[in-house]
């Protein structure tokens, strides 16, 4: 077959986000938290925008201030600004540009540079205290030990080293590079941290761990130690009457040495962990008054942004303003009131999933957890139609408090198996089994064949490895690891 090179012209289709769409994208997906910095930055970057105190918002909804409330609700469909590529003589109405740059342009901030005899203050991060964690508690009794030299220097690379649970994560031959230092000096240095508070810090395992905090309850020999050597995984699998037989004593010797093992810190560093919680704040509120419920967004902490008075009416003396500038100020307004619409839009397809879900779920919320549906993401965009990427972006990272506690918006999303009274959703019965396993005799747990049968007996037809598959997913241990032996 002949190679040669020819133009040809061809006729395709295909689809391409504008940077605007590819905003709106962005901000639907966004979390509260995320989307009130983001609105910040851009209140910082684009002069176009403004945020409205509670005063001004009152004030504008005085009669008489038409302007005002155009600026506070944002861009409206019919006007100006319902285009973002309106021609730029439409977007703007009369105003003077010497008034622009005296008012933003005082110390040259808003113009391209500053005026560097503003001396800039230190924030007040700078004086807030840090809270210690395991490193710093370490380092800190090391500085109190009495040894210098190549000890000191392997000793602050082995607490380096430590993670999070008080694990060394490095071999001694690494400290003794590291360091510098002979293997001997290495040892040492691991001796002198294990020492130190908290008992079991420095190991290098789970069984070094735990030896190390016998030394301080003087057990060293006993049956305890014994267990921890040889029979961590006999423990685990709670093969008791076995280990008594190996040991030639008593089974409830052997309970009682798993009473003083079940007592030690499998991991000693978490307790100086210095990781801040994070607080989930919620995008929805769903209310129930007077017998209705209703839908309630959470704009709290979020900046409430409009159009400034000012930049809407810059640009009719153009006459007056550079080509750079006015393009300048053309895209900035561009972008501002894209961004307005984007919001707008955002709340409105969150406030219609939400909606969707009072909807599909209404059994939920009006009786609880075991009355949820099953409910896929299919479903609800083929209502609303909306495309099910739109939904699966509106409910991720978003939160709906109601009151039945807080949940994840893709909480109400989950399968189901056959119930007696039709499908029931995979969340009821992962329910089911926790109340079942938590109401068990821990001296006879119950099997995964018994919870099946119990399962049917209140309504649902599910298989035995779907039982095992929902109680790992519960993190609930088998039946073996589940029993419990009283003394």
């Not at 008489?64 to 006007?79: I, Q, Y």
């Not at 090391?142 to 694990?167: F, H, M, Q, W």
């Not at 209705?292 to 900046?303: A, R, T, V, Y």
């Not at 409910?375 to 495309?387: S, W």
């Amino acid at each position: 077959m002949a190679l040669d090179n020819r133009l040809e012209i061809r006729l395709l289709q295909k689809l391409i986000l504008t940077p605007q769409l590819q905003q709106a994208i962005k901000l639907l997906q966004m979390p509260q938290l995320e989307l009130s910095q983001s609105l910040t930055n851009e209140l910082m970057e684009n002069p176009f925008l403004e945020e409205v105190a509670e005063e001004a918002a009152s004030a504008d909804e005085e009669p008489g201030s038409r302007e005002a409330a155009e600026a506070e609700s944002g861009p409206e469909t019919g006007s100006d600004y319902d285009d973002a590529e309106a021609p730029l003589e439409k977007l703007m109405s009369m105003a003077d540009s010497d008034d622009y740059f005296e008012e933003r342009g005082y110390d040259g901030r808003d113009l391209g540079y500053f005026n560097p005899g503003t001396v800039a203050q230190p924030s007040f991060e700078s004086f807030v205290s840090r809270e210690g964690d395991l490193q710093d508690h370490l380092l800190w009794q090391l500085r109190l030990s009495p040894v210098e030299g190549k000890t000191r220097e392997a000793a602050e690379v082995v607490i380096g080293n430590l993670d999070e649970n008080g694990y060394l994560q490095a071999t001694i031959g690494d400290v003794a590079g590291m360091a510098g230092c002979t293997l001997e000096d290495a040892c040492r240095a691991l001796k002198l941290v294990q020492g130190f508070d908290p008992t079991g810090v420095g190991a290098r395992d789970l069984q070094e761990c735990l030896l190390l905090q016998l030394d301080s309850l003087g057990l060293r020999g006993s049956l305890v130690e014994s267990l921890i050597t040889g029979n961590l995984h006999d423990l685990e699998k709670k093969r008791y009457t076995q280990l008594a037989k190996q040991y030639n004593c008593g089974t409830d010797e052997i309970l009682a040495a798993v009473k003083v093992i079940e007592k030690l810190e499998p991991k000693p560093g978490r307790n100086y962990s210095n990781s801040s919680p994070v607080y989930v704040t919620p995008d929805v509120f769903v209310v129930k008054n007077e017998g209705e419920f209703h839908i309630i967004l959470n704009d709290e902490g979020l900046p409430k942004l409009r159009l400034t008075h000012l930049y809407k009416k810059l640009i009719s003396q153009k006459n007056s303003l550079q080509k750079e500038e006015k393009q300048f100020i053309d895209e900035k307004l561009r972008q501002a009131v894209w961004l307005l619409k984007s919001l707008d839009q955002r709340n409105k397809t969150i406030y219609r999933v939400a909606e969707s879900i009072l909807n599909f779920q209404r059994d939920f919320f009006e009786k609880g957890r075991s009355h949820l549906k099953p409910l896929n993401l299919r479903d609800m965009a083929t209502e609303l139609g909306l495309h099910e990427s739109t939904i699966s972006r509106a409910t991720s990272s978003k939160y709906l408090a109601c009151d039945h506690g807080l949940f994840s918006l893709k909480f109400f999303f989950s399968g189901g198996v056959q119930g007696s009274n039709g499908k029931v959703s995979s969340t009821s019965v992962k329910d089911l089994i926790r109340k079942l396993v938590s109401e068990e005799d821990h001296q006879k747990p119950l099997s995964d064949q018994e919870i099946v049968t119990l399962c049917k007996g209140n309504g649902i037809e599910i298989a035995r490895r779907t039982v095992a598959k929902y109680r790992n997913e519960l993190k609930i241990a088998p039946q073996g690891q589940r029993k419990r032996f009283d003394q």
